[in-house]
């Protein structure tokens, strides 16, 4: 029997379980993991037994194909863990245990050694064996891309600039979603056959022979998997004295053995067959998930089905939730004729975080002109809840984007949300996620020296350029910090096409690439330019602190005259000891970005627009130009900690924003302002992804009416310009209290550039930062 609730739209009531359902809800919750582990993909209950698969594959067979021995090894390290189902489940399949060597899709093989020194199974010689793997067995490392940089500006050069910790290119997640219609619409045989046909026409030489011999390697490995699970199902049901659990071992027999190698009929079938391929994807990213099983839905619906449709629905949610997806899509508009795509899926996708109350899985609801009043009155509840999920997207503006860049509108429509709010054609796009990281507010701080880091005295980084003293007219600084800029863009394309080439060389995303339209056709790998759209993805620090501190040097120094650049430096390298009048002139007597001022925003837009133009000038190794992009996780700490003190009258070391918004405390004109300000960025050209953080205290989310208040600014915001919106709701005493006893407030979610995180699980200093981000908030009530 499927649950109870009939409404799935309902902000009143919350969803309750089948008893079946329920139970695993139970299970799952008692081997909760925290948001590290889940980040990272250990979620495994499973032990290691001393087991280290891809050491052993590549080792007893040396001279085979790197790429034969990466699918071999990735399938042996499946099939030589046990088989795991818990009781009352409907779905089976977990993570891998934590194997010291893996392969993962943001770099290929890597090793962790806490994973050997934290598990007594393995011999004290195995973090030997496993260095000796990643020496020999690694085509390229990190070290090719200091290699790259040391080409270009030469070694030491190159030294001093990581030491000044302001960009990086070498890539991190790489996240994309996987075409999951392609393997629904034709299950793993039908995968095969057409590996098969594409290698029939590409295949030409070694090299691209092995490829396709590698993708039949993994989709055999998947159906071997499935099968495996299907003989343990049914030994277990022929052994179980319980007739209930029994039979949910045998039609979990049934459901393997048949998706194992047909495509799906049922919902059922479909689920199972889709959590296979999301657990040999590291449980990444889902995409529309309401979209490519609707079908499969309906028709459960209508004819029945092993488990409810419902149940089937909430089954693997739970499985979003004990592994830790990065995101999944709701709602938003259908790609061929551009109506409204929200379902009774996108309700229950909903209602499942909302008894969840945790920060995985991610979801995040697409809106547009016509999206229902509900789903958005839903999304509002949930955040009133304390949730910080669901973010929300914008239609318009990344519709606008993606065909301004030539994507057809087709596909631009059917774009979904993945990893920490990067955007993506899913199952057809491989746009970097992210490729690298650049803080723009450091090449001004650089500008202001006339090129000189800050880190190491009087050595000449960045082209000579006047200093801020040498100019005798703001434009002439402008050209200065543009020059400045131009030069850094320019070598961290360099990282960057670095950090592409060891993702391709690697395969880092080989099982990806079997369910990415036009990797199989083109016979490129994911990395290398297979799929259809290649855009690069640069992730964007410090505008609101690069704006403000411009526009402070515009008007205090040049127009008004009320501070001498030579007064202006002096304040900055003494981090305005001595100078709390002019440091209080530059925070006070400016307009800063956030509040709404026309001329203050302008200056955002213009930098920005300079940045991602500039950007945009490059491509990347796989084929196309770099977008602007904005997630920054918690990398607005670290590169605020390697700067000095600001002409905005930022202290040295203090954090930048972690999003699009403005500098912590800088916004003091309530909500609405700062929507408007942020709502003016180009951010139709960060079809990368741009997050904004929103602080929503719990009070304006108290009464029916507050909370109709908060939807209407929120969709105004999203239908003039504004991007991606992901909330926080706690009030300020919450977080202190936390601060001072964390074992009261483990469900406190907030969010941080990205993700969400339990707020007692977050470092010291990203724990002050959010307090003062709250006090900024509350004293504009």
Known sequence: MGGIMNDYKSIDNKIQFSNRIQSVFEEVSSRYRGYF?????????????????????????????????LAKAIVRSWIETPCFIAPHEALVGIPRPHYPLMEHFSWGILYEDNSVKDDPLYPETEAKRCEDFMSKFSPLTEDDILKAGEELIGKERLRVLMREDFMWGGGYQGHTVPNYYTLLENGLDGMLAKIDHYAAINVKDEESANFYEANRILVRGMSEYLTKYAEYAQKLSAECDDDEQALYYSQIAQNCAFV??????????AVQLMWCLALWDWVDCWGRMDQYLLPFYEKSLKNGDVISAEDSIISIMLKAWEHGVHNITVGGLKPDDGEDATNEISYIVLQAIRVFHNIHPRVTVRIHENTPQNILDLAVKIWSEGMSDPTVVSDSTVIKGLTDINIPLNDARDYSILG??????????????????????????????????????????????KSLVECETYEEFYDSFVEQLRFFIKVESVLCDAGQKIRAIQHSKLLKGIFTDGV??????HDAGGPIY???????????????????????????????????????????KGFEKERQML????????????????????VLNLFWDEMAKYKSIRGEAYTGACSLLGSGTGYGAAMGAMPDGRFAGEPLNNSMGPRTGADTSGLTAMLNSVSKLPLHKGVGGTTLNVVITKKMLSTPELRNNIASTMKSYLMNGGQLAQITTANLDELLDAREHPERHGNLIVRIGGYSIQFVEMTERSQLEMIKRYSSEESQM
């Open 534 to 576: 290649n855009h690069g993805c640069m992730e964007t620090a410090g505008i609101s602190t690069a704006s403000d501190s411009l526009y402070a040097i515009k008007r205090l120094v040049f127009e008004e005259k009320k501070i001498s650049a030579e007064k202006l430096v002096e304040a900055l390298k003494a981090n305005f």
């Open 520 to 525: 199989l056709e083109s016979g490129k790998p």
């Open 420 to 465: 920490c709010q990067e955007i993506e054609i899913p199952g057809k796009s491989n746009t970097g996620c992210e490729d690298g990281s650049f803080n723009v507010a450091k090449v001004l701080e650089f500008a202001i020296y006339g090129g000189k880091a800050t880190r190491k005295a009087d050595y000449q980084l960045g082209p000579v350029t």
């Open 587 to 606: 925070l006070n007597y400016v307009p800063k970005f956030g509040n709404d001022d026309d001329g203050a925003d302008a200056m955002a837009v213009e």
């Open 37 to 69: 582990d889940k980040e990272d993909g250990y979620t495994s209950v499973l032990s290691t037994e001393g087991r280290n698969p891809f050491a052993d594959q590549f080792e007893g067979d040396p001279e085979a194909p790197y790429v034969i021995n």
């Open 260 to 269: 194992a190698h047909n495509k799906p009929e049922t919902l059922y079938q």
